[in-house]
C-alpha cells in the first residue's frame, strides 16, 4: 500500500517569497491534516480536511497561509509572503475517517525561509 | 500549559536497558497515539489505544483513562530505537495534539 506522498521533500526560499506543499493521501483516506513542526518542537495542527470540506483551520494564520483539496483527494499547502518564522517541516497526515483511526503520515517537506 | 505533557524530555540509555517515557493530558480524549520519529524522517504511527495495553514486538504501550496517563516501553533497548517518541491525543473527533517529543539516544 503506497503512503502518503509529499513534494518537494526540501525548499529553499526568500522571505516575502511563496511556495506550494503537494500531498497525496492514501487512496481512500477521508480525513487529511497539515502540520507544522518548528525544529525542536512537536507537530502543530494547521488544517484538518474531511474529504473536500475543512472540519479545523483554527490556527492557520490565514493571511498568509491557504490550503485546499478541492476534489477531496490530493490537498496543497500555500504559503504567501513567507516570513523567517514559517521555517519548518510540514507534514501532510491522512486517516480513513478522523483521528480515531491509525493516522499516517507523509515524510514532510522542509522549509527554509532565509 | 500544554495539554500534552511528556517525561522525560531527553534520555539516554545504554543498548539492553529498559526503556519507560510518560506521558501526561489534562483534559478527557478519545484516543492516545504514540509515534515515533527518526532525525529528517516522518512520523511513525506506533500505537493508539484508548484502553489498556498493547504490545508489539519490544515496544509496550498502557494508558490509565482514570488517571490520564499513559507509558510507553521499550525492552532490551537497541541503538536503532535512538529517535524522537511523541505522545499525541484526540479531544473528541479532532485532529491530534502532540507532546512535545521524547528524544531518546540508545548507546551501543
Known amino acids: 500500500e503506497a503512503g502518503v506522498a509529499q513534494s518537494p521533500r526540501y525548499k529553499i526560499i526568500e522571505k516575502r517569497q511563496s511556495v506550494a506543499f503537494w500531498c497525496n493521501p492514501i487512496s481512500g483516506h477521508a480525513t487529511l491534516y497539515w502540520y507544522q513542526q518548528i525544529l525542536g518542537q512537536g507537530p502543530k495542527l494547521l488544517i484538518q480536511?474531511?474529504?473536500?470540506?475543512?472540519?479545523?483551520d483554527s490556527q492557520l494564520p490565514k493571511d498568509r497561509f491557504s490550503a485546499e483539496r478541492l476534489k477531496g483527494v490530493d490537498s496543497t499547502l500555500k504559503i504567501q509572503p513567507a516570513k523567517l518564522e514559517d521555517s519548518a517541516v510540514y507534514l501532510c497526515?491522512?486517516?480513513?475517517?478522523?483521528?480515531?483511526?491509525?493516522?499516517?503520515f507523509g515524510e514532510g517537506s522542509w522549509l527554509t525561509v532565509v | 500549559k500544554n495539554e500534552v505533557e511528556q517525561s522525560p524530555q531527553n534520555l539516554t540509555a545504554q543498548e539492553g536497558e529498559f526503556i519507560t517515557i510518560n506521558c501526561s493530558y489534562s483534559?478527557?480524549?478519545?484516543?492516545l497515539h504514540w509515534l515515533q520519529q527518526h532525525p529528517g524522517g516522518g512520523i511513525v504511527s506506533l500505537f493508539m489505544?484508548?484502553?489498556g495495553k498493547k504490545k508489539h514486538g519490544r515496544l509496550i504501550a498502557t494508558i490509565n483513562i482514570q488517571e490520564k496517563h499513559s507509558s510507553l516501553h521499550i525492552t532490551a533497548s537497541h541503538p536503532r530505537d535512538s529517535a524522537v517518541y511523541i505522545c499525541?491525543?484526540?479531544?473528541?473527533?479532532?485532529?491530534?495534539?502532540f507532546g512535545k517529543g521524547t528524544h531518546l539516544i540508545i548507546q551501543p
Open positions: 483534559v478527557g480524549i478519545s484516543a
Open positions: 480536511f474531511q474529504n473536500n470540506g475543512v472540519v479545523d
Open positions: 497526515a491522512s486517516s480513513l475517517q478522523g483521528g480515531l483511526n491509525t493516522i499516517y
Open positions: 499525541a491525543v484526540n479531544i473528541g473527533a479532532d485532529g491530534l495534539t
Open positions: 489505544l484508548s484502553s
